[in-house]
């Protein structure tokens, strides 16, 4: 059985799906990526899979004659490879790829990985482009066998909107997480500045992650206590729209608000030095970096916000906050510094456990495992 992933980068396919695969193809399944070429490639093909490229994919830009010319070098892909199966990821591909594979007869199974800035800014121009992908939603989604879900609030989202049938929609706990990869026990052999407190954001460095919102708390924060720090883990993504010019994050370093760590492949030592992982997004799917620190048994502070809310109860393994509002995240941070050490260390606990009921990994491969062994009755 021949299965196609099929995502708008292959960093995304590396780092939140490589485990499905490895285990699918530890089944004999024959498995194919779709996605640009990047610096995880390389990672990809290590693995022994075979990447198709695709050349005409622009994230940042809603240019129709890009987008025409995805949609056809998409199907060109499932017409010559004709495979059993594409699980499709992200918006674009979700929309433009379904509709492909749908002229073709490829079954497909789509992951709405988030709604994008279309579905979360306000201007004529939002809503225009997000009336534009309703349309294409519905078309893609018509053909699709199911369609997962992150969160609820998404999965609620396109059943309101009447964009897809609701026996179609299912949800997972995000991507999970790999709790035996992401344990306190590595930590034993990571030194840590006990001296000061350390928050940490880990993200691309865009906007929409509150970023900036995290600057002006740290800011607060530091009036206060001046030994507290506040490091920024994560890649720049210059194609993407909601992109903060390294320039400002220099300046930032520079001023002394913020940490700026660059970004690795291997994030674990840096959840261990931290003291609590930051997440102030406007929306995720799900957020990642907060399973991770989680299940290395760290609190955690986020936004009350889709993809995030589902982390968290309040007080027990972090603080919820008002999205967009810098003070509301400061008398967070603020509440945990006054915490007593055994409030910290419980809070921590708290959190692995948490994640390991609810968002382990294998919970999120045995739904696609079902999903597309449904798909053919093919048994594994």
Known sequence: ?????????????????????????????????????????VKLKEEGLEHIPIKNLNRKGSNPVEDIRLFFELYRVFRTERPDL????????????????????????????????????????TFIGGFGYKILYKISFAHTTK????????????????????????????????????????????????DSLVFLLMSRMLWDKGIGEFVEAAKIVKDKYPSTEFWLLGPMDYENRSAIPESLIHQWEHEGWIKYKGETSEVRPFICQCDV????????????????????????????????RDTIEQGKNGFLVKVKDNGSL???????????????????????????NEFNEKLVHDTYIGLI???RGYNI
């Open 373 to 375: 062994k449904d798909v």
């Open 147 to 194: 369609v997962i879900f992150q969160n609820r609030d998404d999965r609620e989202f396109f059943i309101r909107n009447r964009l897809l049938k609701e026996e179609k929609a299912l949800i997972t706990p995000g991507v999970g997480v790999d709790t035996n990869h992401f344990n306190p026990e590595f930590c034993k052999n990571i030194n840590k500045n006990k």
């Open 330 to 356: 400061a008398v967070a941070m603020l509440s945990y510094i006054e915490l007593t050490s055994e409030e910290k260390i419980k809070m921590g606990e708290y959190s692995r456990k948490k994640v390991i």
């Open 86 to 125: 594409a699980l499709l990821f992200t918006i674009k591909i979700n929309t433009y790829g379904g509709i492909a594979a749908g002229l073709v007869r490829v079954k497909t199974i789509c992951t709405v990985t988030g709604l994008g800035w279309l579905f979360t800014e306000k201007s004529l121009k």
């Open 1 to 41: 059985m021949k299965i196609l992933f099929v995502a708008n980068t292959s960093f995304f396919v590396h780092n939140f799906y490589i485990n499905l695969i490895r285990k699918l193809k530890n089944y004999g399944y024959e498995v194919k990526i779709v996605s640009p070429e990047d610096d995880y490639t």
């Open 277 to 308: 992982m930051v997440l102030p997004s406007y929306r995720e799917a799900i957020g990642k970096s907060l399973l991770e620190a989680m299940s290395m048994g760290k609190p955690i502070i986020a936004t009350d916000t889709a993809g995030c």
